[in-house]
């Protein structure tokens, strides 16, 4: 599918796969310096790192916004099926045009940049340019060099769970890599934080003193659970009951409720109950949990009275929260399940696998374009009875004649973008 904008920053900047992240950010701060510092310029930001339920938290955050009346810019990653899905200026998804011009500017800096350096110097320079009332900004990758930590003070910081994933970069170990994650933080700024583990809660906790953020911890300062059919919110100053996401997993509700708190930290913004009831059961996300309900892979999962769903999660914590998905999903419709599986060449096919192994009886595994690790690969790393297939509709069709009625394509967003490039749509 054509994509004229992701295809003008690679013409730029080279491509962005394995150079998301600038270790040295002295390139992009001059770029930005010749450019008029726009990321200093910017409506108050909310910026969320961690490493499972970022894109959730800022889809609750734009919807609870939405719902207050509140125009929002936001910067997030991946994309799904166009570069442009990660650059939304005030509530609005920019146009292709207009972040070609964005590029452009941010290429006559002559900074040697990476992609997401530029991907991140652009979306300041929209920002900047048009009136909102917040920014919420996805860190790419870590957080203490990451490009959109050049933001000198963010109104609100939040830390989503934090698990291994991009071990290669960030470190091997739950602590290497909630210090990066930590580096969010900010001298007397907000910084709302969900439910970690021990070994990362110690080093955020650490770091949040060391620079004397204002620190506010899940199951400490604020907790979200499910109550009486809702969701119940608590603060130190507050109590909200409001609906359920209408996101699945009980992971949600945490993010949800990280979500709101943050934008409850926010000064003179007024957000209301109403507004997060809203916005929590309002927000949706693509490739996250997301069920096909048209195209030709639902076509061909309807014949067969199945059901076929995507979810772009690709580390040990997400492969989790999908089995306890499709655990729910089995308690509501005992069915035979495929799992149809991709993953990128440099993740942790094991881990990933150990979690969800369990939840099907029948994985097939197959390619992931552009850094996708082999079909084998992956089928070994989920044992004996799994298979290999070269496509997703051949691994579909082989699900299907074997008895599957729900079927779970997963493992990577690239595969997530394959399935649902026939709709046209993320």
Known sequence: MSDPALAHFETLFGPEFGHGKALDLAPLRRALAKLDDPQDKLPPVVHVAGTNGKGSTIAFMRAILQASGLRAHAFTKPHILHLRERFVVAGETVDDQVLISAADDVARTREPLT???????????????????IVLLEVGMGGRNDSTNVVARPAVTAITPISLDHQDVLGGSLAEIAAHKAGVTRRGVPTIVARQPDEARDVIEAEAKRVDALLQEQGVDWDAYAQAGGLALETRARSLHVPLPALMGAHQIDNAGLAAVALLSLERTEIDARAIGEGVAGARLSGRMQALTHGRLAGAARAHDAEIWVDGGHNAQAAAAL?????????????KTALIVGLRARKDWAAFAKRLAGSAAIVIAVPVADGGATPESVAAAFGAEARTANSIDNALSRALDEGAQRVLICGSFALVAEALSDIGVA
């Open 323 to 335: 089995a306890q998905m499709l655990s729910l999903l089995q308690r509501k419709r005992p069915v």
């Open 115 to 133: 992609q997401f350096d530029a991907q991140a110097a652009a979306a300041f320079l929209l920002f900047a340019e048009m009136p909102a009332d």
